[in-house]
């Protein structure tokens, strides 16, 4: 069964850091990424995985944001440093069966999303 779980949300400072997990219950996605919503704005993509290794990622987290998986456990990871008030979203994990991008990861299969707070 298809499944993402998402964990690893919190609330930190401005300035802190996060690491995100998203289980995919032993399922294999092509592409995998992260997207985010937040309050009163439209979900964004915000990292995307390639089983090649390739990534890419959104302008407003590149040098902060790194995204990874542990193939072996089927664990993704989102890492977030140096995290802004404009980073407060809920974040989901997403599952792709094609190339994605932070853009066409927005049709992805998703999770249910963890919470991240940053405050100033």
């Known amino acids: 069964q298809q499944q993402l779980v998402e964990s690893g949300g919190g609330s930190v400072p401005a300035g802190g850091s996060l690491t995100l997990s998203c289980s995919t219950n032993?399922?294999?996605?092509?592409?995998m990424g992260w997207i985010r919503q937040a309050p009163g704005k439209e979900h964004e993509g915000v990292a995307v995985?390639?089983?090649?290794?390739?990534?890419s990622y959104a302008d407003s987290v590149k040098g902060r944001f790194a995204i990874s998986k542990d193939s072996g456990k089927n664990i993704l990871y989102l890492r977030m440093e140096n995290l802004k008030p404009e980073d407060t979203a809920m974040y989901y994990c997403a599952g792709a069966s094609f190339t994605a991008t932070v853009k066409s990861i927005l049709r992805a299969r998703r999770g249910q999303g963890t919470e991240v707070t940053v405050f100033s």
């Open positions: 032993g399922y294999t996605y092509w592409y």
């Open positions: 995985l390639g089983t090649d290794g390739t990534s």
